[in-house]
């Protein structure tokens, strides 16, 4: 059961983009969540095959274990996935379907968007 006080904060955190300019840092940092290829590649894993559990995901995506993990914990933090711990192994599948939207939209757009996106030189 949520607070008047939660409330007030979840409101506060997703307020429209006349709001200040916190809310916009805030979002942008939701964002950048998945702004890695790495994360975003272990996202499209999880989505495509299900829950996952480190070895399994270091196998699919290469590099050392300690580098995925580091993804992984940020990815958790910022709400995109979720674990259960099952013995000596922790499984992570993602959090929310709107995640899997969310990443379908990005391609979708990306579809019709791609050469500008190619040539920005804003954003490496």
Same mark, same amino acid.
């Given at each position: +059961?949520?607070?008047d006080r939660d409330t007030a904060v979840d409101a506060a =955190? #997703? $307020?429209?983009?006349?709001?200040?300019?916190?809310?916009?840092? @805030?979002l942008a940092k939701f964002f950048r969540g998945l702004g &890695?290829? /790495?994360? !975003?590649?272990? #996202?499209?894993?999880? #989505?495509?095959?299900?829950?996952?559990?480190v070895s399994q995901l270091v196998k699919r995506v290469g590099? !050392? %274990? *300690?580098? #995925?993990?580091?993804? @992984? +914990?940020? =990815?958790?933090?910022? *709400?995109?996935? /979720? /674990?259960?711990?099952? *013995?000596?192994?922790?499984?992570?599948?993602?959090? &929310?379907?709107?995640? $899997?939207?969310?990443?379908? @939209? *990005?391609?979708?757009? @990306?579809?019709?968007? $791609? %050469? %500008?996106?190619?040539?920005? %030189?804003?954003?490496?």
């Open positions: +059961m949520s607070s =955190l #997703i $307020a429209p983009a006349s709001a200040p300019d916190a809310q916009g840092e @805030l &890695d290829p /790495t994360r !975003l590649q272990i #996202i499209e894993i999880l #989505i495509e095959e299900g829950e996952q559990n590099g !050392l %274990q *300690g580098r #995925i993990s580091s993804h @992984l +914990m940020c =990815l958790r933090w910022c *709400g995109f996935v /979720t /674990t259960e711990r099952r *013995g000596k192994y922790v499984y992570y599948r993602v959090s &929310d379907e709107r995640v $899997a939207e969310l990443v379908r @939209l *990005g391609r979708d757009l @990306l579809v019709e968007n $791609a %050469q %500008q996106v190619l040539v920005c %030189q804003v954003i490496r």
